[in-house]
């Protein structure tokens, strides 16, 4: 009588341990590698940027050059350093003092007449209000966020995107819109850049809401559909707790 025996299972060869154990390392290195370095490139940049505001004589290397002199004497050998943060640290300082300045009636006053004189001037005019409004929506304190996480129908029927929900439509666009139907504007991102897309207006009842949050949806879309917020199961949506 003869028993079947299960085959022993393969061995992976030294080569392919040894490339399992660096796609596992990369993996753990390249998010804290990149974010490392886009923190470094950003401080980098915002201490060129505000430097040349800064005298020379207040810098960190002349201050240090300054030290080293009154401790080694004259003759001291110059000292060149390269100090990063510093520039955050004036600027952030500086951006609270001057948003200070301006709630106040001083500040605002003077700002109204500053953007008086802006408004008489074509081309400039239209930079510093396109801007303006770009920053009053980035950087505003309100509830400005997506509401939803949704699903529509795109570009044509049968097609789904993810899509988010902002507010219901209003003004002339609801107007024109003709129906007893609500109206919803939606963003459509693109993938994977989602900071671009499409402003869309539907009826409520063509949008199907997801239970996933607005940051998993965008973790999705930006992914290009490898990160489900769900990774065990992306059938369904994760547990609210």
């Given at each position: 009588m003869t028993t079947n025996t299960p085959p022993e299972p393969?061995?992976?060869?030294?080569?392919?341990?040894?490339?399992?154990?660096f796609l596992a390392g990369l993996i753990i290195i390249a998010p804290i590698g990149l974010t490392l370095w886009l923190i470094w490139t950003v401080v980098g940049w915002i201490d060129s940027w505000v430097w040349p505001f800064v005298p020379r004589g207040y810098q960190p290397e002349e201050l240090v050059?300054?030290?080293?002199?009154?401790?080694?004497?004259?003759?001291?050998?110059?000292?060149?350093?390269?100090?990063?943060?510093?520039?955050?640290?004036?600027?952030l300082t500086f951006t609270v003092?001057?948003?200070?300045?301006?709630?106040g009636l001083?500040?605002?006053?003077?700002?109204?007449w500053g953007e008086g004189i802006v408004e008489r001037m074509p081309v400039v005019r239209s930079i510093?209000?396109?801007?303006?409004?770009?920053?009053e929506t980035v950087f505003s304190q309100r509830d400005t966020s997506f509401?939803?996480?949704?699903?529509?129908?795109?570009?044509?029927?049968?097609?789904?995107?993810?899509?988010?929900i902002s507010i219901n439509a209003k003004g002339e666009i609801r107007t024109k819109i003709h129906g007893?139907?609500?109206?919803v504007t939606v963003f459509l991102p693109t993938t994977p850049n989602p900071t671009s897309g499409f402003l869309l207006f539907l009826p409520r009842d063509e949008v199907i809401e997801l239970d996933m949050t607005v940051e998993?949806?965008?973790?999705?879309?930006?992914?290009?559909?490898?990160?489900?917020?769900?990774?065990?199961?992306?059938?369904?949506?994760?547990?609210?707790?």
């Open positions: 393969h061995r992976r060869g030294l080569i392919a341990r040894i490339r399992g154990n050059n300054w030290v080293n002199q009154m401790i080694r004497g004259p003759e001291a050998e110059r000292i060149s350093v390269n100090v990063r943060g510093i520039g955050v640290f004036v600027f003092f001057v948003g200070w300045l301006g709630k001083i500040g605002r006053s003077f700002l109204r510093y209000s396109g801007v303006k409004q770009i920053a509401d939803k996480a949704c699903l529509i129908e795109y570009p044509r029927k049968g097609i789904w995107a993810i899509a988010f007893d139907k609500e109206i998993d949806a965008a973790k999705l879309v930006i992914s290009a559909g490898l990160v489900y917020p769900n990774g065990k199961d992306p059938t369904t949506p994760p547990a609210v707790l």
